[in-house]
């Protein structure tokens, strides 16, 4: 069946730092991926949009500058949380589908710990 | 905000059938509905999707109601690794996320399945 890696799975980064997460559609190409966030005990919230070639689409209330999305080939989009504070330690989930009416396959997640 | 809900919670014993009812009483004319179940600190797994028509697979079934206003998962026989939380979705035949409840999480149901 069709596998997202996201990479890495777990990180631990100081305050101020930057860390970038990727996510892999490994066969099948991706033209939209989707990053989640998740905090414990919570569900799953959408931040982006992201589609190949084109600027990501961020929803309410996700910082576009915190959050850089880039979504450069069918295959590879990375999530990269610029100057990361304590309040964005999260787990990150990416999914990824080929077509509009097809499943999402996400990503098994990347455990940020800002410290 | 989401455009499905479920039960907070429900149980099963080991094999037995489980039905998760999810509600979307807004859902649009192309909304797919979408089911997908989610372990501990693991991206969610696809477990069933469907439009208007019933539909199985090897792990699942999808009952669809005629005004297709709700739907049912079914999982015919429960096992201890069936135990997670349930998500119902809905997807638009447009590949993007957030604006109209496309792709966005509720809570879901949080299956506890007991030997």
């Known amino acids: 069946g069709a596998v997202v890696s996201q990479h890495p799975s777990r990180v631990i980064c100081k305050s101020g730092t930057s860390v970038k997460i990727e996510c892999r559609s490994l066969?099948?190409?991706?033209?939209?991926m989707f990053w989640y966030r998740q905090f414990p005990k919570q569900s799953l919230m959408l931040m982006a949009t992201?589609?190949?070639?084109?600027?990501?689409?961020?929803e309410q209330g996700v910082e576009k500058d915190k959050f850089l999305i880039n979504h450069a080939s069918l295959t590879l989009s990375t999530l990269t949380v610029t100057s990361a504070h304590p309040e964005d330690s999260s787990f990150y989930i990416c999914?990824?589908?080929?077509?509009?009416?097809?499943?999402?396959?996400f990503g098994n997640g990347t455990r940020l710990t800002v410290t | 905000d989401a455009k499905t809900t479920q039960p907070n919670s429900m149980e099963s014993n080991e094999e037995e059938p489980v039905h998760l009812p999810c509600n979307h009483s807004?859902?649009?004319?192309?909304?797919?509905i979408h089911w997908y179940r989610q372990l501990p600190s693991q991206g969610p797994e696809y477990v069933i999707h469907?439009?208007?028509s019933n539909v199985n697979n090897r792990m699942a079934s999808l009952a669809i109601a005629e005004d297709r206003k709700s739907s049912t998962l079914i999982l015919h026989r429960a096992t201890l690794r069936d135990a997670a939380v349930y998500y119902c979705?809905?997807?638009?035949?447009?590949?993007?996320?957030?604006?109209?409840?496309?792709?966005?999480f509720g809570k879901g149901t949080k299956l506890s399945v007991k030997p």
């Open positions: 999914s990824a589908s080929d077509r509009a009416n097809s499943p999402l396959h």
């Open positions: 066969d099948f190409q991706a033209t939209t």
């Open positions: 992201s589609n190949e070639g084109s600027k990501a689409t961020y």
């Open positions: 807004t859902i649009s004319g192309t909304d797919y």
């Open positions: 469907g439009l208007t």
């Open positions: 979705i809905l997807r638009g035949l447009m590949n993007y996320g957030g604006s109209q409840g496309n792709l966005i």
